[in-house]
């Protein structure tokens, strides 16, 4: 196939990219500012005429593709016959996807949160599931340009030493670890929340307050849409307004639930449990928030997603993923990064976990904070255990979560091939 893809931040977008080109079809990328995402009159015109080229009749494409849905493009693509819409998210929920748009019969959406996929499955739209992928070879490859690059052991308490001391002879295994535990990933520091908290009634902040609170609590069920009652969002609707067009049918329910109380309670769950761990471990923060304080870890500052994060990965003893909480049962991308730079995980649990990874065997998850802060210690402490399990989650990913298997599927599903 002769595919367009439209490239914007989206993470994965350059393994998918990579996984298509050797599964032998023609690539093209198209990157363009997207100020509307339903209704963009620039957007729109450079984006027919790279379909089209001479012809505004006929698309010189058989399919556009892009990471996550977004409404344009479907429309636009249906100005031209025979030209499908394949997507892929990565985030979750999607509020372009409450969009009459998804209806187009010419959009193939896949998603990677199950629970997400079944509410837009019963709607009628036509998506598929897709859980997201590991990239083992480029981290591998990575890793590997690093060391050579480097030429010594990578332990943080004897940086020099080791390799010196083996003459130069000595394995990455012996000294491998630059960091005890690790997170990689948003603090969430600026969130809608904290815009808007002052400007609302007491009883509503209090109400929201223990809502979050309690939310934390909870791992593997979701409380905060049952609790937005009918009084609470009369009184959001008169201090939180949401611009939507007549063919969205998104709400200030989702709206709030998602881009405000998530983001929200991401940003308190990652500081608590950040904190507790490094009452009592190194803990190391790698994130885009320079700013952000910590009382005993270590922020160390960014890193850049493709060529930074699996070294950072490869050279933690554990490596930390707290999925946020917009995300109902679906596994984020991070894990599979981890897994996928021979990193050990040990992640919050989710739903979908079980589909695809055994507890103990490639990966661990934990139930609360008491277990989270019992099985750091227990890990950090059994290092051949950790070792093993970690070499058994890239196996794992290697074999049966690749890019190249995820398109194999899509492909199925599309019927399509070269």
Known sequence: MRILVYCWKAYNQTDIIAALRRRGHIVDTFEAELGNFEKDDSFERIFVEKLSGNNMAVSVYDAVFSVNYFPIISDLCGQFAG??????????????????????EWNYIFIFDRFCYMTFKELGANVYYLPLAAAVGRAESVIAEAEKEHGKCRDAKDYEGSYQNSGGRGKREDCRYRYDVSFVGSMYRKNSYDEIKDKLPDYVRGYFDALMKLQMEIYGENYIDGMLTADIIEELNRHFKIEKSERSFSDISLIFSTTVLGFKIAQLERYKLLGELSKYFDVNVFTDDENAEFILAHNRGPVRYWDESPIVFAESKINLNFTIRNIRSGIPLRVWDILAAGGFCITNFQPELVMYFKNGEDLVWFEDETDLVKKVRYYLTHEDERKRIALNGQKKVRELHSYDERLKMMESAIDISE
């Not at 929920?93 to 409450?98: A, G």
């Open 83 to 104: 030209l499908k819409y394949i997507c892929w998210t990565c985030d979750s929920p999607l509020s372009t996807m409450y969009h009459q748009s998804i209806f187009n």
